[in-house]
């Protein structure tokens, strides 16, 4: 990759406005991108409170890299909440919003999320809420968060029945994409984070398929020179599609490829033992499983195959099917007229589908837990 | 008032889509208003689970009059809620939400809030933030929710801090506004609707202050045929202002008028004691005290004096003045610049004023509080 690439602004124009994505190498050091871009952000900034939203974990890690950043805030109030899935609750929100109005928050205020997809979650549903909405950026740590989480203005918090369940569209103004934060994350961490890139890139953007495929170990090896094309190309992708469809009433629900067991199995798994991306990981092996029943090529599941197949992915616990099937019918992806899939047709092509019945998912899905890694043979 | 203005249709336009609103006599009787109309409100239903959210004494004084409109919906599923403004909590969201969530709502449910101000705040919120979003519909039963608090999507719950801290912009996709469930409001609480239509007609519509002058009386006794095209209008004006500012960042602001300090004045009672719209009148008597000190000419301001006084409002309880002082500047409507305050210039036209220094706000609210009904002398 060229020197100019190692720093790309990007624009998802959305209903309320515009969110600058600025991601690469060293994005958080002022000096690294445009003089305009870091005044424009420094502006964004002068005369606020800003609110800083992180786990204990990334600060310690990462938090002196948000200096010169904050600088440009008129005051600086700390949040911090636990790492992972267990801190989007609505609780947890709610404590928040009290502890920000007590700091004297005000309508014209600005959060700023620091750390992965749950923090990023958290603090979106946490600005979109509080006072009706204030602006925030939000600056992620992980790479599914920088490729994917961070992107598009979805926000969540989890009820006890089911992930995501409460939440809103509340885009943030700023997406700061560091590649250099993703250098500390464990190997597993970064291949949890490919496979939502991978399922982008295969139904969206063959080029980046390939350059992964290509890239491969130098991604998981946290290679920043590998991982800045690669988090842009994604951040391309997301944006495309989330601008054509901001709302999930179309081509977005792509996206979902793999979720729709993913998410089960996030859930009966109680969102502990597999990350995201791993439970993604799976669901797009049981996807490509109902894909071939409905025709597609097998070249093109086999290459998506076998790319998972080079992740160092853990292996899928024991688990129930009915339970997976019950809880997928309940998810927030069914609609009164049926649980939607989303199932490749062919590399670079997806379909959604919403006649798939209960009992031959149960079927499948009993076939798939005995042997996830396997691709069924051809049946005639 | 004419037969065809009996009922009446309006529509207001929102950045994600339209609110349609059918005010006046009989709207929830299915015969009442047009087929076409009743037909596209039967689609929205067919086929959908609808959420009820209401309170125990509306729905014993009214919840028959729902039958013919939920009729057209799958099922329906109640949700009952305590009155006032104690159920806009963010615990009552939460358990609503797993209410919903556990009774099977997916994201092509709807949801309808049937009860005054609350109902809707709370609804409409919790609509807001289900599966990121679902379509709802306010039936508001108080002449303040049928006139102000149903139109324009804001949203909201509490926090111990401050009223409607936690919210969002929500437009519901209809609002049926039945005049016929306002014959049995008491007349404080018509006397506390009427103070918000005044509030919007002073600044904006002066043939609608001139029929509420004229209609006063048949107004406080509930008579539909005064309540109806009073109800229309003000439903007009607000939507006028709404779709020229969704977002409440210019001309919205206008119908905060007399809401810095009837905020405050709820705040600091505890939102017992009096009603939002009385707290209103009197945050729209110490703005015409704040007003008449930069140039509002005496004769605006006595005629909207003279309109409040023939209101039958309680009397203002002792409050400290410090307290108030402290409630406002905490208040969402401030920002980080000040703190706003809307005034009137003359008869139907405001301005947004904040450079208003805290002691100055301290030293006339003194004064107003020790004698809040009369107008002040001419300074010279």
Chains 1, 2 share one sequence.
Request: charged letters at 20%; proline letters at 5%.
């Amino acid at each position: 990759m060229d020197a100019a690439a190692q720093v790309v602004v990007q624009e998802l124009a959305h209903p309320r406005g515009r969110t600058r994505i600025v991601s690469g190498i060293g994005v958080l050091s002022a000096t690294s991108w445009s003089a305009e871009g870091a005044n424009s952000l420094a502006d964004w900034l002068a005369g606020r409170t800003l609110f800083i939203l992180k786990t204990p974990h990334v600060d310690a890690l990462h938090g002196a890299r948000l200096a010169s950043l904050c600088g440009a805030a008129q005051r600086v109030v700390e949040l911090v909440v636990a790492d992972g899935e267990g801190a989007k609750s609505v609780r947890q929100a709610e404590q928040l919003w009290n502890a920000m109005l007590t700091a004297g928050g005000k309508r014209d205020s600005r959060l700023l999320t620091f750390g992965g997809g749950s923090v990023g979650d958290l603090g979106g549903f946490v600005a979109g809420c509080f006072l009706r909405g204030i602006p925030y950026l939000q600056v992620p740590t992980t790479l599914l968060a920088q490729v994917d989480a961070a992107i598009g203005g979805k926000t969540a918090v989890d009820l006890p029945g089911g992930k995501n369940t409460v939440g809103l569209f509340h885009h943030p103004d700023w997406v700061l994409a560091d590649t250099d934060l993703l250098t500390t994350l464990p190997r597993s961490e970064l291949s949890a984070g490919l496979v939502e890139v991978i399922k982008m890139a295969f139904l969206l953007d063959l080029e980046l398929l390939a350059r992964v495929e290509r890239d491969l170990e130098a991604l998981l090896a946290a290679e920043v020179q590998a991982l800045a094309p690669v988090v842009a190309a994604a951040i391309a992708v997301k944006c495309r599609v989330v601008m054509l469809d901001p709302e999930e009433r179309d081509q977005r629900r792509w996206l979902n490829f793999g979720h729709t067991l993913g998410h089960a199995l996030e859930g009966v798994l109680g969102y502990t033992g597999l990350r995201h991306g791993e439970a993604v990981a799976y669901g797009l092996l049981f996807a490509l499983r109902l894909a071939l029943l409905r025709g597609l090529p097998r070249p093109a599941a086999e290459r998506l195959h076998q790319l998972l197949c080079r992740l160092p992915l853990p292996a899928l616990p024991e688990l129930d099917a009915l339970a997976l099937v019950d809880f997928m019918w309940r998810d927030k992806k069914a609609t009164e007229q049926g649980l939607v899939w989303v199932l490749p047709q062919d590399l670079g092509r997806g379909v959604m589908v919403n006649d798939l019945g209960r009992e031959q998912v149960l079927a499948e899905l009993r076939a798939f837990l005995l042997d996830p890694w396997s691709l069924p043979a051809p049946r005639t």
